[in-house]
């Protein structure tokens, strides 16, 4: 097994690099191949884009330097658990609905493809808001076969 | 990887704009400027993306915008030389059915002459 890994950074766009790498990195040493990987940076990067974007960025209570983000990775049975601490208002992934991509693609519509990517790419995803302490979003994966 | 490098060269009336790094939420304006200013210069555009580590959706929604004003303008753009994981994630959100996908360069050339 995998020991636990805690990465601690200021929310700011800039850092989203770090921060996949930071995944990848992990999610490869559990065993997961190039693409499976590759889904699993993509849907911390969107969840970290929206906190950073819709979150913090319009949140006048919460100062520039106090914008963190907290991503505990976890070797769980058969997978990997990613957990994103935020200090941000309530936000859920799962209660915003599913587009339809090929619709949305033909009516020249991107928005709502962060979320999309989170619920298409992770097996489960659950939320929980702690008032005064913010959001904790947990996506898991599972290694399939290939990997 | 985390930032991204820009360079654009013309062949013919073809733009050609080479991109080495990550798309993300950080980079995208960059790419956005970028691509509207070749825009103003030609409608017919390759980019090259053999050299980018990662797309974003963000990254996606600037090459959607930017496919409907070339199209528009009676041109097109192609998307040339992929990695696997950029394919898949294209793939997976069915950007290789609106997109002009070439393996190459030299294959995107062909595609806009």
């Given at each position: 097994?995998?020991?636990?890994?805690?990465?601690?950074?200021?929310?700011?766009?800039?850092?989203?690099?770090?921060?996949?790498?930071?995944?990848?990195?992990?999610?490869?040493?559990?065993?997961?191949?190039?693409?499976?990987?590759?889904?699993?940076?993509?849907?911390?990067?969107?969840?970290?884009?929206?906190?950073?974007?819709?979150?913090?960025?319009?949140?006048?209570?919460?100062?520039?330097?106090?914008?963190?983000?907290?991503?505990?990775?976890?070797?769980?049975?058969?997978?990997?658990?990613?957990?994103?601490?935020?200090?941000?208002?309530?936000?859920?992934?799962?209660?915003?609905?599913?587009?339809?991509?090929?619709?949305?693609?033909?009516?020249?519509?991107?928005?709502?493809?962060?979320?999309?990517?989170?619920?298409?790419?992770?097996?489960?995803?659950?939320?929980?808001?702690?008032?005064?302490?913010?959001?904790?979003?947990?996506?898991?994966?599972?290694?399939?076969?290939?990997? | 990887?985390?930032?991204?490098?820009?360079n654009f060269r013309?062949?013919?009336?073809?733009?050609?704009l080479?991109?080495?790094?990550?798309?993300?939420?950080?980079?995208?304006?960059?790419?956005?400027?970028?691509?509207?200013?070749i825009?103003?210069?030609?409608?017919?555009?390759?980019?090259?993306?053999?050299?980018?580590?990662?797309?974003?959706?963000?990254?996606?929604?600037?090459?959607?915008?930017?496919?409907?004003?070339?199209?528009?303008?009676?041109?097109?753009?192609?998307?040339?030389?992929?990695?696997?994981?950029?394919?898949?994630?294209?793939?997976?959100?069915?950007?290789?059915?609106?997109?002009?996908?070439?393996?190459?360069?030299?294959?995107?050339?062909?595609?806009?002459?």
């Amino acid at each position: 097994m995998v020991g636990k890994l805690i990465l601690k950074i200021q929310g700011e766009l800039s850092n989203l690099g770090k921060i996949r790498s930071f995944v990848s990195e992990y999610a490869v040493k559990i065993g997961f191949d190039e693409i499976a990987a590759s889904e699993i940076e993509m849907a911390v990067d969107e969840l970290c884009t929206n906190i950073i974007k819709y979150s913090y960025s319009y949140d006048p209570e919460i100062p520039p330097g106090k914008r963190d983000l907290e991503i505990e990775l976890e070797e769980v049975e058969n997978g990997i658990s990613i957990s994103v601490s935020d200090r941000g208002k309530p936000f859920d992934p799962n209660r915003f609905p599913s587009v339809d991509v090929e619709e949305h693609l033909s009516e020249k519509k991107t928005h709502g493809l962060g979320i999309f990517t989170m619920k298409n790419f992770m097996d489960r995803i659950t939320h929980e808001y702690r008032e005064g302490q913010g959001n904790t979003v947990k996506l898991v994966k599972y290694l399939r076969q290939s990997d | 990887m985390a930032d991204a490098e820009f360079n654009f060269r013309k062949e013919g009336a073809v733009g050609i704009l080479s991109i080495k790094g990550s798309l993300d939420a950080h980079t995208t304006p960059q790419f956005d400027k970028q691509i509207k200013s070749i825009l103003g210069k030609s409608s017919k555009i390759i980019i090259d993306m053999e050299k980018v580590d990662y797309i974003a959706t963000a990254g996606l929604g600037v090459l959607i915008a930017s496919f409907n004003d070339a199209k528009s303008a009676g041109g097109n753009i192609v998307i040339s030389g992929m990695p696997d994981k950029i394919r898949h994630v294209f793939e997976t959100m069915g950007f290789t059915k609106v997109l002009t996908i070439a393996d190459s360069v030299a294959k995107a050339l062909t595609m806009l002459k």
